[in-house]
Nanobody, 122 residues
Framework: QVQLVESGGGLVQPGGSLRLSCVASRSIFSINVMGWYRQAPGKQRELVAAITFGSSTQYADSVKGRFTISRDNTKNTMYLEMNSLKPEDTAVYYC????????????????WGQGTQVTVSS
């Protein structure tokens, strides 16, 4: 299992931007689909964006038009560019490889990194 380390979170005002990074411990060329998840206090972890090896993307409705997922396979890194941030985007953000199960993406790895905290507040 590849180890994934998230970074780039912080405190930002509503309307602000952040760029998250997810660095893998080894090559991600063999990982077809990767995704960003988030978990807000008292809520279940949810998938917010996914990207295939060929850079096809998928977004949760709540972040469409505001977030952009990308990956650089040569750097073993995935990114999440977050713009027009809202208080409801406040959460711990995690990355994972994902797999398709009955038409939906689910996490591939059972273990998670520490995540990176994003707080949107004035």
């Amino acid at each position: 299992q590849v180890q994934l380390v998230e970074s780039g979170g912080g405190l930002v005002q509503p309307g602000g931007s952040l760029r998250l990074s997810c660095v893998a411990s080894r090559s991600i060329f063999s990982i077809n689909v990767m995704g960003w998840y988030r978990q807000a206090p008292g809520k279940q972890r949810e998938l917010v964006a996914a990207i295939t090896f060929g850079s096809s993307t998928q977004y949760a409705d709540s972040v469409k038009g505001r977030f952009t997922i990308s990956r650089d396979n040569t750097k073993n890194t995935m990114y999440l560019e977050m713009n027009s941030l809202k208080p409801e985007d406040t959460a711990v953000y995690y990355c994972n490889a994902v797999k398709a199960v009955r038409g939906s993406y689910v996490p591939l790895y059972d273990s998670w990194g520490q995540g990176t905290q994003v707080t949107v507040s004035s």
